[in-house]
């Protein structure tokens, strides 16, 4: 049972980046998917998240605006769109999957079960 994310890599200032998660060894259709991210020193923080319907998303704050996560129905793949690159984009950004009361549970780590190994972006001139 994994989640795969992949699509990293460095970018300058102003650019983007799309960030997909594909799991193996089962079906995640009826997980509410997110994306983390954390940086060096910093704790882990919520970048966005969608429901098992593929609705309802939600984002940090410091990403509304410019991130924009999707849900492939047929596939079960979570992508995340990141427009407007900034330099404190920078981290590491893990995609990962719960189920149950969608709510503000979306919001906290430990809701969610599965955690795909993590995907560097960097954001540098």
């Known amino acids: 049972v994994q989640l795969q994310a992949s699509g990293g890599g460095m970018v300058q200032p102003g650019g983007s980046l799309r960030l997909s998660c594909g799991a193996s060894?089962?079906?995640?259709?009826?997980?509410?998917m997110a994306w983390w991210r954390q940086a060096p020193g910093k704790e882990r923080e919520f970048v966005a998240s969608?429901?098992?319907?593929?609705?309802?998303?939600s984002y940090g704050d410091s990403v509304k605006g410019r991130f924009s996560i999707s849900k492939d129905m047929a596939t079960d793949a979570a992508s995340l769109q990141m427009n407007s690159l900034k330099s404190e984009d920078t981290a590491v950004y893990y995609c990962?999957?719960?189920?149950?009361?969608?709510?503000?549970?979306?919001?906290?780590?430990?809701?969610?079960?599965?955690w795909g190994q993590g995907t560097q972006v960097t954001v540098s001139s």
């Open positions: 060894g089962r079906t995640y259709n009826a997980f509410n």
């Open positions: 990962a999957a719960g189920r149950g009361p969608y709510g503000t549970n979306r919001y906290t780590s430990d809701y969610y079960e599965v």
């Open positions: 969608i429901s098992w319907r593929g609705n309802d998303p």
